[in-house]
Structure formats: C-alpha cells, structure tokens
Nanobody, 116 residues
Framework: QVQLVESGGGLVQTGGSLRLSCSTS????????MGWYRQAPGQQRDFVAR???????NYADSVKGRFTISRDNAKNTAYLQMNSLKPEDTAVYYC??????????WGQGTRVTVSS
C-alpha cells in the first residue's frame, strides 16, 4: 500500500513561513508528478501547486510569488515552502502523487493555521 507521509504544518503568524514535506516510496515518487491541495473549513479542496518529474511547476494564482514547490529525488520527498502567509492560507494541506500511467495517491493532510 502506497503511503504519503506529510509533515511541517503548524501555527504561524501572518507574514510568517512554513515548509511542508511529503515523503513516499522511491518507486512511486520517481514516476509521479507531486503536488499540494488545501481545504479550508467548510470549503472544497483546492489546487495549490504541482511539480512534474521533469521539474515544471504551476501554481494557483492565490499563492504565486509566495509559495514554492520543490522535490528532492534523492530523498523521495516533495516540499512546499510557504512564505508571507496570510490568514486565508489557513487550511489542511494535502500532498498528492500523480503516478504516470497509474493512479493518484493522497496524504493524510497537515494542518496550517495562520493567525492574524
């Protein structure tokens, strides 16, 4: 069973930074685009960022210029560096692996709370 293990969430003040991590097995990681979604209370789950195996990235407009997605292929880990955080960034953040030719895998979620 494929597992995505997330970490790095927490409580931060407006303007602060957090870095989320998402690790999975090497066999899945190497053939998956990696990404992040988030779900605020009472809201739908929304796309945040994505990075392909080749390193191409795309972001939701709401986080462009503030969030950066990256991946360390040696560690089978994807990251989401979040800077200049705002209260509206408060959500549970979910990691996703889009396996090429396979299925999608989700992490369990990590909570991010930005206080005003």
């Amino acid at each position: 069973q494929v597992q995505l293990v997330e970490s790095g969430g927490g409580l931060v003040q407006t303007g602060g930074s957090l870095r989320l991590s998402c690790s999975t097995s090497g066999s899945v990681f190497s053939r998956s685009a990696m990404g992040w979604y988030r779900q605020a209370p009472g809201q739908q789950r929304d796309f945040v960022a994505r990075m392909t195996t080749g390193g191409s990235t795309n972001y939701a407009d709401s986080v462009k210029g503030r969030f950066t997605i990256s991946r360390d292929n040696a560690k089978n880990t994807a990251y989401l560096q979040m800077n200049s955080l705002k209260p509206e960034d408060t959500a549970v953040y979910y990691c996703i692996a889009w396996e090429i030719g396979g299925q999608d895998y989700w992490g369990q979620g990590t909570r991010v709370t930005v206080s005003s």
